[in-house]
């Protein structure tokens, strides 16, 4: 355990920690968020891993909820000696204290302590917080990046994100070619703008492929027969089946998706980000830009993009422009009320097939 550590530029965090961990430098205040709860579960275990014997875990290793405690009582934990010869760990669910709605929660718990104490974490401690999302804006965030111990989780990159899925496969038994790797994550849409796709729903979906296939290797079909059955899938699917103007099979994938359970809203937004892509992908492609150039202009994952160009061309850019005022009418008598969402949703797929 240590103050502040070094942080090299742009070091993604789990990268930090590992590095911290393998020096022992890991400071006695940390902070723990991020999209990758994951990775702040790893972190969290790793550091209790090596800090703490494992025979007294249960003792040492203390997880407190700050809507259920308060200032004093966390500091009270991280004064009390550890039971042995390792460390203590506080681990201090800090969602309600770090959002930006947990003014009523901040009040009660005492956070202006908390923010006195984060820098006075006594040898043998390690006070842990964690958190989904922090609000950069709130005093204790700006406290907590003053202690030096912020970690902020945030999406892997690709190398990364590979290395990743090929540990998993590994512990699962199974391998995999690179070229089949790369169709994995692409068909995850883990890269997509605002993708809700995190590592625990890659671990999932790894695990699906391992029982699916039979042999050692997965192959190119075992990644397209698990992962064609996800909710981008049947939107891309139903984009399609609009393209060919096959009315039958784009209201049976409209009942599918709305028989999902997902949000009306997550639904439409879903079937607006792929016409606009198709849009944006017409108009790049009439303008005389190769797929090549395309390609390195959009941030869009090359999965979904070769998908996107497929169906662009039964498309004109009008037809296109029409479909997307259509999604945006449907949004607007959704939330004023003047359809009910199955209706709202069936009314756009009739004028898109039009």
Same mark, same amino acid.
């Given at each position: 355990?240590?103050?502040?550590?070094?942080?090299?530029?742009?070091?993604?965090?789990?990268?930090?920690?590992?590095?911290?961990?393998?020096?022992?430098?890991?400071?006695? #205040?940390?902070?723990?968020?991020?999209?990758?709860?994951?990775?702040?579960?790893?972190?969290?275990?790793?550091?209790?891993?090596?800090?703490?014997?494992?025979?007294?875990?249960?003792?040492?290793?203390?997880?407190?909820?700050?809507?259920?405690?308060?200032?004093?009582?966390?500091?009270?934990?991280?004064?009390?000696?550890?039971?042995?010869? $390792?460390?203590?760990?506080?681990?201090?669910?800090?969602?309600?204290?770090?959002?930006?709605?947990?003014?009523?929660?901040?009040?009660?718990?005492?956070?202006?302590?908390?923010? $006195?104490?984060?820098?006075?974490?006594?040898?043998?401690?390690?006070?842990?917080?964690?958190?989904?999302?922090?609000?950069?804006?709130?005093?204790?965030?700006?406290?907590?990046?003053?202690?030096?111990?912020?970690?902020? +989780?945030?999406?892997?990159?690709?190398?990364?994100?590979?290395? #990743?899925?090929?540990?998993?496969?590994? %512990?699962? $038994?199974?391998?995999?070619?690179?070229?089949?790797?790369?169709? +994995?994550?692409?068909?995850?849409?883990? +890269?997509?703008?605002?993708?809700?796709?995190?590592?625990?729903?890659?671990? %999932?979906?790894?695990?699906?492929?391992?029982?699916?296939?039979?042999?050692?290797?997965?192959?190119?079909?075992?990644?397209?027969?698990?992962?064609?059955?996800?909710?981008?899938? %049947?939107?891309?699917?139903?984009?399609?089946?609009?393209?060919?103007?096959?009315?039958?099979?784009?209201?049976?994938?409209?009942?599918?998706?709305?028989?999902?359970?997902?949000?009306?809203?997550?639904?439409?937004?879903?079937? #607006?980000?792929? #016409?606009?892509?198709?849009?944006?992908?017409?108009?790049?492609?009439?303008?005389?830009?190769?797929? $090549?150039?395309?390609?390195?202009?959009?941030?869009? %994952?090359?999965?979904?993009?070769?998908?996107?160009?497929?169906?662009?061309?039964?498309?004109?850019?009008?037809?296109?422009?029409?479909?997307?005022?259509?999604?945006?009418?449907?949004?607007?008598?959704?939330?004023?009320?003047?359809?009910?969402?199955?209706?709202?949703?069936?009314?756009?797929?009739?004028?898109?097939?039009?």
């Amino acid at each position: 355990m240590a103050g502040r550590a070094y942080v090299a530029k742009d070091e993604h965090a789990f990268r930090r920690m590992g590095r911290e961990l393998a020096e022992g430098s890991v400071p006695s #205040f940390v902070l723990l968020f991020g999209r990758e709860q994951f990775l702040v579960k790893w972190a969290l275990d790793a550091i209790a891993s090596k800090y703490i014997p494992p025979e007294l875990a249960a003792v040492d290793f203390v997880r407190l909820d700050a809507a259920e405690t308060d200032a004093a009582t966390v500091i009270s934990h991280c004064e009390t000696l550890p039971m042995g010869g $390792g460390a203590k760990l506080v681990a201090l669910d800090s969602e309600g204290l770090l959002s930006g709605e947990g003014g009523r929660i901040a009040e009660r718990f005492g956070e202006d302590a908390l923010m $006195g104490y984060m820098g006075s974490v006594p040898p043998g401690c390690i006070l842990a917080m964690t958190a989904r999302a922090a609000d950069k804006r709130k005093r204790l965030y700006k406290a907590a990046v003053k202690a030096g111990g912020v970690y902020e +989780f945030s999406a892997l990159d690709p190398g990364d994100l590979r290395a #990743f899925v090929e540990k998993r496969l590994r %512990n699962e $038994g199974k391998k995999a070619r690179p070229s089949v790797i790369r169709e +994995f994550i692409d068909m995850t849409g883990y +890269f997509d703008r605002d993708s809700e796709y995190s590592l625990y729903s890659v671990e %999932n979906d790894i695990k699906k492929l391992a029982a699916y296939c039979d042999g050692d290797e997965i192959g190119s079909a075992d990644v397209a027969a698990v992962m064609s059955s996800g909710l981008s899938q %049947n939107v891309f699917a139903l984009s399609d089946a609009v393209g060919r103007g096959d009315s039958g099979e784009a209201f049976r994938l409209l009942g599918e998706l709305m028989a999902s359970g997902e949000s009306v809203y997550k639904l439409l937004g879903l079937l #607006f980000s792929q #016409f606009d892509l198709m849009l944006s992908l017409r108009e790049l492609m009439d303008s005389g830009m190769t797929m $090549g150039e395309i390609a390195a202009r959009m941030d869009v %994952n090359e999965y979904r993009l070769k998908i996107a160009a497929g169906q662009a061309g039964r498309f004109s850019r009008d037809r296109l422009r029409a479909v997307l005022r259509r999604a945006c009418e449907a949004d607007r008598n959704i939330k004023e009320g003047i359809l009910k969402d199955g209706m709202a949703l069936e009314m756009f797929l009739s004028a898109a097939l039009e």
